[in-house]
Nanobody
Framework: VQLQASGGGLVQAGGSLRLSCAAS????????VAWFRQAPGKEREFVAS????????VYADSVKDRFTMSTDNAKNTVYLQMHNLKPEDTAVYYC???????????????????WGQGTLVTVSS
């Protein structure tokens, strides 16, 4: 399984970016998928996740109403649309996938066994 994240970049506060995560070797629709981020000197933190097909997407409080996660099963790609970006959103963003994560652990990075390489998002003030 390979996950390829892309779409990061430098943006001013208040701007928008859309991250993409393309999968090969496994389909997103049959797995749980999530976005995490890690700022310099900080632990990896949960951003959003979709627990398998048919479940609602959940978001961290810090990004709720600004970020939207979506999936395109035809392209086997997951997106993270980010609006109204803030300097504190600056981080490396990772997509992750797992077929074994349990519902209660869907926001924990250790629950995911496949990770993309990360894409850097920098928000300037």
């Amino acid at each position: 399984v390979q996950l390829q994240a892309s779409g990061g970049g430098l943006v001013q506060a208040g701007g928008s970016l859309r991250l993409s995560c393309a999968a090969s070797g496994r389909t997103f629709s049959r797995n749980s998928v999530a976005w995490f981020r890690q700022a310099p000197g900080k632990e990896r933190e949960f951003v959003a996740s979709k627990f398998r097909s048919g479940y609602n997407i959940v978001y961290a409080d810090s990004v709720k109403d600004r970020f939207t996660m979506s999936t395109d099963n035809a392209k086997n790609t997951v997106y993270l649309q980010m609006h109204n970006l803030k300097p504190e959103d600056t981080a490396v963003y990772y997509c992750a996938m797992s077929s074994t994560v349990i519902f209660s652990a869907r926001s924990h990075p250790r629950a995911y066994d496949h990770w993309g390489q990360g894409t850097l998002v920098t928000v300037s003030s």
